[in-house]
């Protein structure tokens, strides 16, 4: 079973900078390929949305309209760790921020939906202040 863990989350002013890792772990030769490597995050009452994502074959990013330009997502495959470079934060950046990746076969423009995602972390808390 795949297993992910988020770390670097904490306490910033607005327009600082955080970044935040996934590793991973578990993968086994049942696990055939990871498709997508993603980063959601979800603010108290809100639904859980997609922040960015990476097409593991080929690279393709893809970035929601209220982090472009701020955010960049990355990988290490050597590491099997994935990146979330945050800049210019916002104080409605605030939520929690979950790793997740998918075995399944996604289409580009649906990275952002949840219930692509099979493997899931337990999340790392990003703290905004004006």
């Known amino acids: 079973q795949v297993q992910l863990v988020e770390s670097g989350g904490g306490s910033v002013q607005a327009g600082g900078s955080l970044r935040l890792s996934c590793a991973a772990s578990?993968?086994?030769?049942?696990?055939?390929?990871?498709?997508?490597m993603a980063w959601f995050r979800q603010a108290p009452g809100k639904e859980r949305e997609g922040v960015a994502a990476i097409a593991t074959g080929g690279g393709s990013t893809y970035y929601a309209d209220s982090v472009k330009g701020r955010f960049t997502i990355s990988q290490d495959n050597a590491k099997n760790t994935l990146y979330l470079l945050m800049h210019s934060l916002e104080p409605e950046d605030t939520a929690m921020y979950y790793c997740?990746?998918?075995?399944?076969?996604?289409?580009?423009?649906?990275?952002?939906?949840?219930?692509?995602?099979?493997?899931w972390g337990q999340g790392t808390q990003v703290n905004v202040s004006s």
């Open positions: 997740a990746e998918t075995s399944r076969s996604v289409y580009g423009a649906y990275w952002y939906i949840r219930e692509n995602y099979n493997y």
């Open positions: 578990g993968y086994t030769s049942s696990i055939y390929y990871i498709s997508y």
